[in-house]
Nanobody, 125 residues
């Protein structure tokens, strides 16, 4: 059973930074593409960022490009999301997810098999 646990969310002022972490257990982490998604109140869950299983290739939503950075440590079974220059519209529950198919970096949440429980990020203006 693959389990994902996010941490690092909280309340931050606009312009500030937060770093989200996601620990993975119960599977072979180095085989998974990893993604971060978010869901704001009253909105559908949306893609934020993803990273290839080797860590060499990343992909970002236009709304976070240049502000957020996804990274991973395969030795520690961890994936991170560094969020800088936060905006109030970044307020959401953030989820990490794992895609075991190794086809590419996908932005469709339906391609991800395993999900964490989410961590709340609130950005005040």
């Amino acid at each position: 059973q693959v389990q994902l646990v996010e941490s690092g969310g909280g309340l931050e002022q606009a312009g500030g930074s937060l770093r989200l972490s996601c620990s993975v257990s119960g599977g072979i982490f180095s085989r998974y593409a990893m993604g971060w998604f978010r869901q704001a109140p009253g909105k559908e869950r949306e893609f934020v960022a993803a990273i290839k299983w080797t860590g060499g290739i990343t992909r970002y939503a236009d709304s976070v490009k240049g502000r957020f950075t996804i990274s991973r440590d395969n030795a520690k079974y961890m994936v991170y999301l560094q969020m800088n220059s936060l905006k109030p519209e970044d307020t959401a529950v953030y989820y990490c997810a794992a895609d075991p198919r190794r086809i590419g970096i996908r932005i469709d949440q339906n391609e991800y098999d395993y999900w964490g429980q989410g961590t709340q990020v609130t950005v005040s203006s």
